[in-house]
């Protein structure tokens, strides 16, 4: 069973950081390009940023000059700094796979921003 280990989540104030890692095997890891996705109460789940296997990224609009989406592929793990964190970041982050496979889903890292 393939696994996708979500961590790092957790409360925060408005303004502050968090830094997300998501770990799995080698051999997912080292062929896919990855991706973190984000699911808020009542809201369908989206794509936040997405690293290819040499390291490109794309950001949806509203993360673009918080977040940053890296890859450190000798330890198969992403990573998602996010940064002056707004409390519309609320929400349980997933890692997945570009495109996703459904059976991959973890268990999210939940985080949330609030005063």
């Known amino acids: 069973q393939v696994q996708l280990v979500e961590s790092g989540g957790g409360l925060v104030q408005p303004g502050g950081s968090l830094r997300l890692s998501c770990t799995t095997s080698?051999?997912?890891?080292?062929?896919?390009?990855m991706g973190w996705y984000r699911q808020a109460p009542g809201k369908e789940r989206e794509l936040v940023a997405h690293?290819?296997?040499?390291?490109?990224?794309i950001y949806r609009d509203s993360v673009k000059g918080r977040f940053t989406v890296s890859r450190d592929n000798a330890k198969n793990t992403m990573y998602l700094q996010m940064n002056s964190l707004k409390p519309e970041d609320t929400a349980v982050y997933y890692c997945?796979?570009?495109?996703?496979?459904?059976?991959?889903w973890g268990q999210g890292t939940q985080v949330t921003v609030s005063s």
């Open positions: 080698r051999s997912i890891f080292s062929i896919n390009a």
């Open positions: 690293i290819t296997l040499w390291g490109g990224t």
């Open positions: 997945n796979t570009i495109p996703i496979r459904a059976g991959f």
